[in-house]
């Protein structure tokens, strides 16, 4: 009997022992599913990151007179040729081009290319996009304005025929391309059509609501080299601005850019990371080098040692802006980083006038040419709608009469200005100009330029750039432009505004934006 009772006593503590061991192996089994479970909703959160939109007019790039659009929408078009990081022509849909003549250009197109709905994409979608730039109002029928036809000759090749030579057309090859499948024969203004368009880029857009966008990998890409670790973009929509800004400030968004120097008032200092680099606005003094003293290079180098370029940007720009000197130092592949100014020095302004025979007297530099005396007075011309211009304008004219040349500041309307400065009425003039990816100096040396100048070196090595594709020689040769630039001073730069990427400070990946694109290495981003 009393065996039997220690009998039952064993089974039930094995018993218990095994309820036990079970109960503890489903406990480290739910343990480990909650972790896996856990792993897997922290995979899925470093998948994603936020992007916002202020005041959507459309999705269609062409169509959009927005910013914020423009720079999203480049994750969801592609254009023929591509900018790197430092604004270098890339192949994209286009894998080659060749130019042909000084009017026309042949392009390859790529041949595994496929819209996001699974369409070929072909020569058609070219000549149709590139139609569509023509007779549409969009930001982008600057690049094809010179445009005068367009031959399909096979599916993956045309040929484009130019109204007269553009020195680098490639770069103007940089609009995005839209599916003529997708709009068909209707409308290409149709807002339904708009809503959700295909694209051939690295990103698709999968939904649309009304606060935001969903953005996901496009299976469909062309470019298999890389791998889209960051699998899903949230789009968030907001009425204005203001809204976005405070948006990123508490944290509801991964990155925004701006132009505008007084972000820091909205979203604050605190929280987040930024890159600032040199925008497109570029603003620069130019000399009208037939005016008789401005054609004296020592007048222009007294001129340019004489300019303090950082009080400029401290005392106007309030140094929400940078300094600059040669139209390509925004970050062109083409401007190595040599100093194009010749620098603030007001002994050496002295120096080169005192060494060219000029006598300062009477608060005047002067000097007795043709038994007559000459005192440097200038035109400084400067648009009287530009608040911003005429500080610069009167800045400038202080420095300037503090070294004994005197200064007029003539306040044009926008009509007298423009006037003024088509027909070179002037002698000095400010002025601001958007600046091209396109390392096309035309405007600054070629024919008819701003300030009437003219160097036989130059105009040779214009002639031999524009038809090279050898980066060594394209590089020599630009350097010397800037070398001459720098010796003979027809321009003085001054500043250009400022471009600024502001992100959260736990977004991990490599950044390297500039103002035609704010996403590069955007794929292996996460948080």
Avoid: H
């Amino acid at each position: 009997m009393q065996s039997n009772w220690f009998k039952y006593i064993f089974i039930f503590f094995v018993i218990l022992i095994l309820i036990f061991a079970v109960v503890r192996i489903k406990g480290e089994e739910a343990n480990k599913e909650e972790s896996v479970q856990d792993a897997n909703s922290k995979e899925e959160k470093v998948k994603e990151i936020k992007l916002g939109i202020a005041s959507l007019d459309t999705i269609n790039p062409i169509l959009s007179k927005n910013k914020n659009v423009q720079d999203i929408t480049k994750l969801i078009y592609e254009p023929l040729v591509n900018l790197t990081s430092n604004y270098k022509a890339e192949p994209c849909l286009a894998k080659e081009w060749a130019k042909q003549s000084d009017n026309s250009y042949l392009i390859k197109l790529r041949e595994n290319v496929k819209w996001s709905n699974g369409q070929k994409f072909t020569a058609d979608d070219v000549k149709y996009t590139i139609d569509r730039l023509k007779d549409t109002s969009t930001i982008y029928s600057y690049n094809v304005e010179n445009v005068i036809g367009i031959d399909i000759i096979d599916d993956y090749t045309v040929k484009i025929y130019l109204d007269k030579e553009i020195p680098f057309f490639e770069y103007n090859l940089t609009f995005p391309i839209v599916s003529k499948d997708y709009y068909g024969a209707q409308d290409f203004n149709n807002t339904e059509k708009n809503k959700s368009p295909v694209g051939t880029g690295m990103y698709k857009i999968s939904e649309v609501q009304p606060s935001y966008i969903t953005l996901v990998k496009n299976t469909s890409w062309w470019n298999k080299t890389k791998n889209l670790s960051l699998e899903k973009i949230t789009v968030n929509l907001y009425s204005s601005i203001g809204e976005l800004y405070n948006s990123f400030k508490i944290g509801n968004l991964d990155l925004i850019s701006t132009t505008n120097e007084n972000v820091q008032e909205y979203i604050g200092t605190i929280g987040y990371s930024s890159k600032e680099m040199k925008g497109r606005e570029y603003t620069f003094l130019t000399f009208n080098t037939k005016n008789y003293f401005l054609s004296k290079l020592e007048v222009r180098k007294a001129i340019s040692y004489s300019i303090d370029k950082e009080s400029i940007v401290s005392n106007i720009f309030n140094n929400k802006c940078y300094t600059t000197s040669f139209p390509l130092d925004y970050g062109s592949w083409l401007s190595q980083g040599q100093e194009v100014s010749a620098g603030y020095n007001l002994e050496q302004a002295k120096q080169v006038l005192v060494d060219n025979g000029w006598n300062y007297k009477y608060q005047y530099w002067q000097k007795i040419e043709d038994y007559r005396t000459q005192k440097i007075a200038l035109n400084l011309l400067v648009k009287a709608s530009d608040s911003s211009k005429l500080a610069v304008a009167e800045n400038v004219k202080s420095q300037l009469e503090n070294q004994g040349i005197r200064i007029n500041i003539v306040q044009a309307s926008d009509e007298q200005y423009n006037s003024s400065i088509q027909n070179k009425n002037y002698d000095i003039a400010i002025c601001s100009i958007t600046l091209s990816p396109s390392p096309n100096l035309n405007t600054f040396f070629g024919e008819n330029n701003l300030a009437n100048y003219s160097n036989d070196e130059i105009k040779n090595i214009m002639e031999e750039v524009k038809n090279t594709t050898d980066e060594n020689i394209l590089k020599e040769k630009f350097n010397r432009i800037a070398e001459i630039f720098k010796e003979e001073i027809p321009y003085v730069g001054l500043c250009s505004n400022k471009y600024i990427v502001a992100y959260n400070s736990e977004l991990v990946g490599d950044m390297y934006p500039n103002w035609f694109n704010q996403f590069y290495g955007i794929e292996s981003w996460y948080k």
